[in-house]
């Protein structure tokens, strides 16, 4: 500041008029003019004002010193040159930095140019792939629909034909029962036709009789009389005749068979004994036919003797059972077991000449009887002759009943019953098996009879039956429950461990104890004990102790 007056009193003090232009050109400028050579009037004179133009104003001002205004003019213009370039070279600086800027900002922008092009390239693929998701799902889901459909047509067919097969049932179901219906009839007419061309021959007879009677000379009164006092007493005792004869075959001759088939089993019957049987055998198949004509006549006759007319007849189908049945015997065995099961009921009584006033039927009750012998045997017969599984059915549970008492399992014992019931031991007849079953088991409840009972169960034929029932994977855990009671009662005699062995039901046994359900404890538990009883148990619980280790 205090140099800016010292130019300023200068500036007073100066007469020199060039110098006077100059300061005031450089102090206040041109105002015409704007440009970087000319610049702005100045309120405050440049640094090199000081420091060039000032220095030489005052040599001027100095008496005896003078300058020519040319030089100075090219003082002025250098040091505007020199102003000029420096704010050139400051604008420089700055366009350069600008231009790094924008430089920078182009490198931005081309990095979003690729980045952007990078985008919408990943963007272009994920596209078609997404499409091609799209169309892969689009055929896979026309396929399933037209499955779909193919199933569903499917069904339909099916449901058709079920509805059409299941009306045929239907309609063959009404037809079957028609038909049934119709052979309900025709067997009623047929047994019809039986009784009355019976009742036909009974007549002829009577009449044939009548005609003898009439042709005598004799008063007919008296004979009517004689004939029918004297007849029933005759017939009687006929009866009784025969009943004893029959008792006497079938206790001495007819009931050895048991013998015989101890000696077939070892192989050692005899060529006489074998002829033998055979004669036996064909006599049977002659008397048996008659001796089922003459249960028409038991409603007649005391019943006391029904018994032995029965044994004879259950003693003589027991010896065709060791031989072959001829194909006559089919209709009579079928005709017997319906006479047996149903009883026999007639209104007529053949003794007498003439019609009887009464009317009551007379019927004889074979086994539907009150006496158990007589009952008990005509049950075996049933079981022997009949097919109809009502019929063995109901059979079996009468055998059951009459087992629960002693006087039952003597009889089982005495009429030598297993084989009768080992006929009826089969897989096939399962309706029967359980209950075939449930009069062993009656059999094996602790009495006298006990003991016999395993020994008659003590052979090849009963553990042949066992073993075919246990190799049969249908049978019902009730059914091997109950069979596996009874082998336990047979595993206690030492003597049938061969027949175990004879027929693997060793190992049966010993895999039926490895695969069994632990739930069934009853049925595990005699399993358990027949393996105990054949010494098999330790042998099994090292088995099993290996077959776990491994």
């Known amino acids: ?65 003078s300058f020519v205004p040319y030089e100075i003019k090219i003082i002025l213009e250098s040091s505007a040159q020199q102003e000029y370039a420096l704010q050139l070279q400051k604008r420089e600086h700055f366009l350069t930095e600008r231009e790094a800027l924008v430089f920078r900002h182009e490198a931005a922008l081309a990095k979003i140019r690729g980045v952007e092009e990078e985008v919408h390239t990943k963007i272009g693929i994920i596209k078609e792939q997404h499409e091609a998701e799209v169309k892969q799902l689009t055929e896979a889901l026309r396929e399933i629909t037209k499955e779909n459909r193919r199933l569903k047509s499917s069904f339909g067919t099916l449901k058709e034909m079920n509805d059409s097969l299941r009306k045929q049932l239907t309609d063959v179901t009404e037809l079957n029962k028609k038909l049934e219906g119709q052979a309900r009839k025709v067997q009623a007419r047929l047994e019809n036709l039986q009784r009355k061309h019976e009742f036909l021959m009974v007549q002829k007879s009577k009449d044939i009789c009548q005609v003898v009677q009439q042709s005598k000379p004799v008063k007919q009164e008296k004979v009517m009389v004689t004939s029918k006092i004297a007849k029933l007493p005759l017939n009687s005792q006929v009866y009784e005749l025969l009943t004893f004869l029959m008792d006497w075959i079938s206790d001495q001759h007819l009931s050895k068979i048991k013998i015989q088939e101890e000696r077939e089993d070892s192989h050692k019957l005899l060529v006489t004994q074998t002829s033998k049987k055979t004669c036996t055998q064909e006599r049977c198949m002659k008397l048996l036919p008659i001796a089922t004509e003459q249960l028409q006549w038991m409603p007649f006759v005391n019943p006391k003797l029904h018994m032995p007319v029965i044994k004879f007849i259950y003693w003589s189908i027991r010896q065709l059972d060791t031989g072959v ?81 002693d006087e039952g399992k003597a009889l089982f014992l005495e009429y030598q019953c297993m084989p009768v019931i080992l006929s009826h031991l089969k897989v096939s007849s399962r309706g029967l098996l359980s209950s075939a079953l449930d009069g062993l088991l009656q059999m094996t409840m602790e009495s006298g009879s006990l003991q016999p009972f395993l020994e008659a169960c003590s052979n090849e034929s009963f553990f042949r039956t066992c073993s075919v029932l246990l190799r049969s994977s249908k049978l019902d855990i009730q059914v091997l429950e109950k069979l ?58 090292l088995t099993s102790s290996l077959s776990t280790s491994h």
């Open 325 to 405: 049945q001829h194909a006559t015997m089919t209709s009579t065995m079928r005709r017997l077991g319906e006479d047996i099961f149903k009883g026999v009921v007639n209104k007529r009584n053949p003794q007498c000449s003439e019609q009887s006033t009464e009317s009551k039927p007379k019927s004889a009750a074979f086994f539907k009887s009150s006496c158990m012998p007589l009952r008990f045997l005509s049950t075996l017969i049933v079981l022997k002759t009949v097919t109809q599984v009502d019929y063995l059915a109901q059979a079996f549970d009468s055998l059951c009943v009459d087992l629960k008492t």
């Open 1 to 65: 500041d205090s140099r800016h007056s010292r130019v300023l009193a200068l500036m007073a003090s100066c007469e020199t008029p060039p110098f006077c232009l100059i300061f005031t050109s450089v102090l206040l400028g041109n105002p015409n003019r704007s440009s970087p050579s000319r610049p702005r009037p100045l309120t405050e004179p440049p640094i090199w004002f000081y420091s060039v133009i000032a220095p030489v104003l005052l040599l001027g001002s100095l008496p005896g010193l």
């Open 484 to 541: 596996c009671v009874i082998l336990q009662k047979l595993s206690r005699i030492k003597s049938n461990r061969k027949m175990f062995e004879l027929f693997t039901l060793h190992q049966m046994i010993q895999e039926l104890h490895r695969t069994t359900n632990p739930d069934h404890a009853f049925l595990c538990i005699n399993l358990n004990s027949i393996l105990s009883n054949l010494e098999l148990s330790r042998s099994n619980s």
